[in-house]
């Protein structure tokens, strides 16, 4: 009894200010922050905040750079080098996602079924996303080779062509061939995440459907599709959000030639950047990228949104 | 008289199937359908999906004179295989060296970086202190900032700071992009956890270091690993950093390696490039073949949340 009481006393008097301060779960809470938060304000936010600031200066590689104000977007607003990227970016960006989604809805509906070997289908498809984009692409850099490209070959074989195809050489070639590697790369993640989404549509519905004489379009059309509708918006806005910042793919198969006709924003940011060593002038041309990029995660907010209230969540 | 053998074969193939749960009505269809409207088209994707695969292997032990005569050998083939390239690019290049590099800056971020969510999931999904819901968003919109955005500026600081060309400038600056996305995959995994567990702790006297080790974390073991496995894919991946950041031979990583190093002149010594960009796929397609279901897991539960 004695010792009972002893024990259940023991602990009191030890607790100092700083174990009780412990308890207190904003403080506790704030000590379980402190290393992310450490992390993402110094290498994430403030970066963020110099990049603004770099695109108001002159900055060179070696030299500190001065504010000169607008100067870096005026002469971007004259650099048709600039335009020509923006416009690359947005018809890279528009047709790899309307591809991807396309390819990847339809994959995604395809593994749907009930198959053999499902699981193995579903884990080798998943394999272009997984392995490194730089490596992929050199694998693609090969295929499109000018010389010896496997395509060529094989169109020339089959008696389509006559000559190899020119596929990086050529401005509109050179776009086209981006664009499919980028979309190979990307209709795993798409096919895999809308597969997800698909598996949560209950079968009833469709059994529903049926009896009230639904086709197999307008099942897909007025069940499938609507229930799939807020899941599309979340990975379609990361996938429009990834591509649009494309770098590696197009560092590695054209670093923006021929005749600039593939430089994405990003790309030029680092050409003008770094191997240029305006870092002022590149840092602008990011920054320029952020407009966009905001209306993608609104887009992607209000998806998500929609999707929390059909699910029946409150707001 | 077919609508009496359709009605007879129905269930028998519902059964055989086991099925009547996926794809609910499935048996509707007949088999020769079915053969161009999923198998058909199945084929078509993982053959364009896995051919660059396959093209990247051929290619690795193919010898020089058969790459690129095509008159005399298949391209498809390879007739006289050969481990030249191999042995060229691990014992005549760097490359053993950036495989090291990379493999220690991916294990120093990913392990960094889950630790470091582990305990800022925790404390956003569990502690509810005033104004977790913020964190919580802000930590998503950090996921969102793509690196081609922030590298200039971090060239800056890391020159600044001393780390350019070394190993910590991208220990440190991988988890920009890796604590955001780890964070919010542990939110979800904390999420499922039920409450009570945690209460009963509570109770007994456990301090909110004691929940997390000795209840949370064994919880929600499949939850680290796919944070884990999905941090390592994504900073043995990572290019633009490790291009910017790291200027000298001996620190690159295999992604920045390949390109720069072994690309010499205007000869391409394509054996040689696509058995690096194998060797440097491979540790990650492993990985990825023990784990896939956490992979698919952590894949979709970062868009579906």
New interface residues.
């Given amino acids: 009894m004695n010792a009972a009481a002893e024990v259940a006393l023991k602990p009191a008097p030890r607790r100092s200010r700083g174990a009780r301060l412990?308890?207190n779960?904003?403080v506790?809470?704030?000590l379980?922050?402190l290393?992310?938060?450490a992390?993402?304000l110094v290498?994430?936010t403030?970066?963020?905040g110099?990049?603004v600031w770099?695109g108001f200066t002159d900055?060179r590689i070696g030299r500190p750079g001065i504010f000169i104000g607008l100067e870096n977007y005026e002469i971007l607003w004259h650099d048709h080098v600039f335009w020509l990227s923006v416009f690359n970016t947005i018809l890279y960006t528009v047709a790899a996602s309307v591809l991807k989604f396309a390819?990847g809805l339809?994959?995604a509906l395809?593994?749907?079924?009930?198959?053999p070997f499902k699981?193995f289908?579903?884990?080798?498809?998943?394999?272009?996303w997984?392995?490194?984009?730089?490596?992929?692409a050199?694998?693609?850099w090969?295929?499109y080779?000018a010389?010896?490209s496997?395509i060529s070959?094989s169109l020339i074989k089959l008696g389509i062509i006559d000559t190899p195809i020119n596929f990086l050489g050529d401005p509109t070639l050179a776009r086209a061939s981006v664009i499919a590697a980028n979309v190979?790369r990307g209709?795993?993640?798409v096919a895999?995440?809308l597969l997800?989404g698909l598996?949560t549509i209950s079968?009833?519905l469709?059994?529903a459907a049926?009896l009230d004489g639904a086709g197999s379009w307008q099942r897909f059309r007025h069940v499938t599709l609507p229930m799939l509708t807020p899941?599309i918006a979340?990975?379609m806005t990361?996938s429009v959000?990834?591509t649009f910042?494309?770098?590696?793919l197009i560092?590695?198969l054209t670093r923006g030639g021929p005749v600039n006709a593939t430089h994405l924003m990003?790309t030029l940011?680092?050409q003008r950047?770094?191997p240029g060593g305006h870092?002022g002038e590149?840092?602008a041309i990011?920054?320029a990228?952020?407009p966009f990029?905001l209306a993608a995660?609104l887009f992607?907010y209000f998806g998500m949104q929609r999707r929390r209230w059909q699910q029946g969540g409150r707001d | 008289m077919s609508d009496a053998t359709t009605a007879a074969q129905a269930p028998v193939r519902r059964n055989k199937g086991g099925a009547g749960d996926e794809g609910g009505m499935g048996y509707l269809s007949s088999l020769p359908r079915r053969v161009v409207t999923v198998y058909l088209p199945l084929a078509v994707f993982i053959f364009v999906l896995l051919f660059p695969f396959y093209w990247m292997s051929i290619t690795a032990i193919k010898p020089n004179h058969e790459l690129t005569d095509y008159k005399n050998f298949s391209p498809f083939w390879v007739v006289h295989p050969t481990l030249e390239h191999i042995k060229y690019l691990l014992f005549e290049s760097s490359y053993p060296q950036w495989l090291w590099n990379t493999m220690v800056i991916t294990i120093a971020a990913t392990v960094i970086s889950v630790v470091v969510s582990v305990l800022a999931a925790y404390a956003i999904e569990r502690m509810r202190f005033s104004g977790s819901r913020t964190v919580g968003l802000s930590i998503f919109l950090a996921y969102l900032v793509p690196p081609s955005i922030l590298f200039i500026p971090l060239a800056v600081m890391v020159f600044k700071l001393g780390l350019y060309d070394s190993k910590w400038a991208l220990i440190l600056t991988y988890p920009t992009f890796l604590v955001p996305f780890c964070t919010w995959l542990l939110m979800g995994y904390f999420r499922s956890i039920p409450y009570e567990l945690e209460e009963c702790a509570l109770m007994d006297g456990a301090s909110r270091w004691q929940i997390l080790v000795k209840i949370i974390l064994p919880l929600s073991i499949p939850g680290l690993i796919s944070a884990g496995i999905f941090a390592f894919t994504l900073s043995w991946n990572e290019f633009i950093y490790a291009l910017t950041f790291i200027q000298s031979s001996e620190n690159k990583t295999v992604p920045v390696g390949v390109l720069t190093e072994l690309v010499r002149s205007d000869i391409y010594e394509w054996g040689a490039l696509m058995a690096g960009a194998l060797f440097g796929s491979l540790p990650v397609v492993i990985l990825y073949s023990f784990f896939v279901d956490y992979y698919v897991s952590s894949m979709t539960g970062a868009v579906k949340e």
Avoid: C, H
């Fill in positions: 412990l308890e779960r904003n506790l809470s704030a379980f922050l290393p992310s938060a992390i993402l290498f994430l403030y970066p963020l110099l990049g770099l900055t390819l339809w994959l395809i593994l749907n079924e009930k198959l699981a289908f579903r884990a080798i498809v998943l394999l272009p997984v392995v490194p984009t730089v490596l992929s050199i694998a693609f090969w295929i080779d010389q010896f496997i070959y190979w209709i795993p993640f895999i995440t997800a598996q079968p009833s469709y059994e049926t899941i979340v990975v990361f959000l990834f910042t494309d770098f590696q560092y590695v990003a940011s680092f950047a770094i870092l590149g840092a990011a920054v990228m952020i990029l995660i992607s």
